[in-house]
């Protein structure tokens, strides 16, 4: 009973951070030099890691995918597997994962620590709300940032099966470059776009969240750091469920 | 300047503050004084807005603030500054940085005008030249009046200082009261929260003595060190034992010349 209540408690909390960050949207012009800085760590930092994790979602997706074809003589289909695979669901759920991982563990040990440190009762003290202070132009960067990375683990992932689809099954780069990009539909590039957004956001804001309620020394640091990667991507994964089930299902 | 009236506050089972009730006088330097864990900082915290009691009320300058509107409130809350005991300095930000953080009027200042005001505040509580310093550079002393500079930066009407010559040597401790004492000059308010008898007797033109949070004694120094109260006594005792060896001292020396 007493989880249940601090279930609710914990629902209760991170919907007042989602209703501050909505009422403070327009406070945004006066943090524009943080966001700007959240978005250069969120994009030039964490771009070698989507580049990595792109491309080898894309080469794993081709060889798995182009062994199981070659036994039905269908592995001109690999180009279209790695590019509607790529684009709709490892694209932005890799990336997705990377950033739960890096810009989470970053949002949450660095609010956490300004917990720790009275920095964040000092922005209150003074009359400021920590959270259009120090949520909004993360969350902002977050939203802006993560569609490019997207795109180009996108990208990566495509060029990753391109090269195996060549090297391994013996097809034509450009051919595969061509049937990959024809493959993709209107639908396709709304379900792979609409995801990073969701999947920043909410990156976001859980980890920010765990950084606020942040107690319990180094200790409690330590735990919700873990806590806002995990439930980061546990949420990037339940999300990424309700798209695939709306997409099939309703578009 | 700001009165308390009948404040509770409890975490839970734990009861933190009971029927606190004391008024800030303007320009009177008011100590808050107690053992760890009395409800001394919860008080400062109950003044700063950061936390609500359970039920009394807070007036600044005649006003209740629990019924004031949301510009009202945000409009007082500038007149009041606070030092944390662990001030709270932005690790990332330099001291100017820092200092410059919190001024209302930032973004409609020339750089010129916001580094005159940097060296201004950094003059005054006698750190000149280290604006383009971290706070990780500093010392404990160093940090703790960049904290005040950076309290200063609005021109607040009260300024709450939680411990503030805690963990301090004696020198930084002296310069840190020297500073307070400056402030009242300057026409500021001040609210100290100490464990320090040192602090108590320095600066406390008004003293608030907490146990267990409650209110057991109040006054002057003079009044607290005759005091009846069985926990005052013991708390002062240091102070009580050297006023008597005085008093004894001064009386032998009028015993000999006469």
Redesign the interface.
Known sequence: MTAFRNLIYDFEEFGLIIRDLLSGIKTIRDSWDETLTEMYLIGSKALPLVLLGGLFSGVILAIETGHQLKIFGATSLISRTVSLGMVRELGPVVTGLLLAARTGAKNSSEIGAMKLSDQIDALTAFGFNPVHKLVLPRTVAALIMFLPLTLIADITGIFGGMLIAYQTFQIELAWFWDTAVNALKMKDLFVGFAKPFFFGFFISTISCYFGLRTKGGTTGLGKNTINAVVYSSIVILILDFIFTKIVWEVL | MVELKNISLSFGEKLILENVSFTIENNLTTVIVGPSGAGKSSIL?II???WRPDSGEIFFNGKDIFKMCESEY?TM??K???V????????SLSVTENILY?LPER?SLTDHELKEISERLLNFVNMDGTGDLYPEELSGGMKKRIAIARALAFNPKLILFDEPTTGLDPLNSASIIELIEKLKESGTTSVVVSHILNDVVELGEQIIVINDGSIVESGRIEKLITSEDPFVNKFFYRLIKHDRIMKSSYNMYELVNV
């Open positions: 915290k700063a807005g950061l945000q809350r500038k009041i500054g606070i944390f005991q662990s001030n709270a300095l932005f690790d919190f973004k």
